[in-house]
């Protein structure tokens, strides 16, 4: 007995945080799975392509700039999410 605890107790409380780990686990894959499902619906989708692909062309400036530490994350985030740059 190494610190008061019966083995009994000790056993138990390991196979409650497996089984708890166990659980969180598979709720885990469980989301992973639906949104590669979903992920997967959309890049069969030429439009989402295409809007995705202008989206990266023209942000990617915006990109290169932050990346450079010319503006800071604020600054990047308002354009990237500037509704003219939405919009194109």
């Known amino acids: 007995m190494a610190g008061g605890f019966d083995s ?31 992920l997967i619906t959309e890049i069969k989708k030429p439009f989402i392509l295409l809007r995705e692909g202008v989206r990266l062309i023209v942000t990617s400036p915006i990109s290169l700039i932050y990346w450079s530490g010319l503006i800071k994350y604020r600054t990047y985030d308002s354009l990237s999410n500037n509704i003219f740059v939405n919009f194109m």
């Open 8 to 38: 009994s107790f000790e056993k138990r409380m390991l196979v409650e945080s497996a089984s708890m780990i166990d659980d969180v686990l598979i709720t885990y894959m469980g989301i992973l799975d639906t949104q590669q499902k979903k």
